[in-house]
């Protein structure tokens, strides 16, 4: 049965008129949010958009591109949802105006064709590795404008590493409880070596791991206000759900676990971490004297809430001194698509996080979003900085002292 959100005439209107109802204006979350650090306005905040979205929702304002841009420029951190004493639905409020206001005539719907594709991602992956094309990227972007979508997204291409893990098991035990893990599109190309980590580590605490078929969750879509194509994915997510036979779903990246929940209201959908945390006396790890600065992601912090579990697991590995990157800066511009299409005000973001790495001084750098982690390498290649960096799981499977 399809459950796509049609709404009847004025119904959204209604509803984000409500939700912007329950904001008290009250500012606690100006401090907390990225973009109102920025730039220093109240419409670059929470409680700013809360206005613009409740005047749109009335039919106070009309959706001029000056507003649309203030909406736009939203990283759908939810900080502020963190600290909200109301409990504004801040993320809902954002969702629902896109989808009222429509697509930003900005969007560079080719490129989020292409990413939200993996087969035609792994293919140009491919192409790209065989000529070496990170090699040379700094040259080919500079040949395009400053802005460009395309540009930004060369920028992230990386040299490409294969980090050695064990291989996985061809039959794991039964018996088991089952976990389904949905890989996503652009994770499950750029982050396959987090993958196969996640189901090591998993099936070491006792789990058994069937991976669905990969796609887009529908987080780009939701985001970027198309609505019709958010709600054709979120029922395929659905379909492939209901295929798996398993009792609760994973992934491993936090910025798909918003979109997977809205897809699937009545079922357990978790981070990893949270699991394995859950049964670590079941993981020994072998022992690595290394640095680590450990990233955060707005939606492990904010979505997922799964920082703490991370950071117990991490600790179970003898000398391995976890610092945690400070916040202030909140967010580091990636954002989904955000650093895509606002790759200026991206860069910027980035800049103060790159800040605080550095004060760190580490050996490497652990981020558990592939979109944070490329845009945060993309910094590092601008600057001459050469931190390596990975999927937090990546280091657990590497570390595992008996792996299944």
Known sequence: MSMALEKPPHAREQHIAAL????VQCGLCLPVCPTYALDGNEAESPRGRIAIAAALARGAAEPTAELREHLDHC??????????????????????TRALTGPSPRRPRELLALLKQPSLLRLAAGIGGAIGLAQWKTRLADRLPAGSAWRAALDTLQVDTQDALPPLRQNPSAGHPVIALFPGCVASVEDATAEHAAIILLEA?????TRLPAFCCGAIDLHGGEMAAADRLAERVRDAWRASGAEQLITITPGCLGTLRRALPDITVADPVTLLAARAERLAFRPLARRVALHLPCTQLNVARSEVALQRLLRQVPELDVAVVPRPPHCCGAAGSHMLEFPERAARLRE?????????????????????????????DADGRRWPHMHPLTLLAQQLENPP
């Not at 912007?20 to 904001?23: K, L, R, S």
């Not at 990283?75 to 629902?96: D, F, H, Q, S, T």
């Not at 605080?356 to 390498?377: D, E, K, Y």
């Open 20 to 23: 912007a109802d329950q904001c």
């Open 75 to 96: 990283l759908g951190c939810l900080n502020c949802e963190r600290v909200c004493p109301a409990n504004v639905k801040y993320g809902e409020l954002l969702v629902e």
């Open 352 to 380: 103060g996080v790159l800040g605080q790495i550095a004060t760190l001084a580490p050996q490497q750098l652990l981020s558990s979003n592939i979109g944070c982690r490329l845009h945060l390498a993309a910094g590092m």
């Open 205 to 209: 605490a006792g789990y058994r791991v």
